[in-house]
Nanobody
Framework: QVQLVESGGGLVQPGGSLRLSCAAS????????INWYRQAPGKQRELVAG???????NYANSAKGRSTISRDNAKNTVYLQMNSLKPEDTAVYYC?????????WGQGTQVTVSS
């Protein structure tokens, strides 16, 4: 069983930056693919970025060029650096850990982009 705790969300002005963290416990963190998702009110949850156990990364088109996902296996933590934030980035951001059939979710962290 893997427990995930997201942090780093908050209120930021358009054009600003945030770094989200996803801290894991209870599993062999380095073996999991970690993905960041987001869900805006009234919309489906969507993938933002992911990083495999080997460090390969992928990004949604909406995140490319503005976001960077990274992992620190020594700290059991994955980061999502988000720059040039837009009001449409407002959502609850969730991280998930996946390995084979197993998938775990955190409780989410709210990101609000507003002036």
């Amino acid at each position: 069983q893997v427990q995930l705790v997201e942090s780093g969300g908050g209120l930021v002005q358009p054009g600003g930056s945030l770094r989200l963290s996803c801290a894991a416990s209870g599993g062999i963190f380095s073996m999991y693919t970690i993905n960041w998702y987001r869900q805006a009110p009234g919309k489906q949850r969507e993938l933002v970025a992911g990083i495999s156990s080997f460090g390969f990364t992928n990004y949604a088109n909406s995140a490319k060029g503005r976001s960077t996902i990274s992992r620190d296996n020594a700290k059991n933590t994955v980061y999502l650096q988000m720059n040039s934030l837009k009001p449409e980035d407002t959502a609850v951001y969730y991280c998930s850990a996946a390995r084979g059939k197993d998938k775990y979710w955190g409780q989410g962290t709210q990101v609000t982009v507003s002036s």
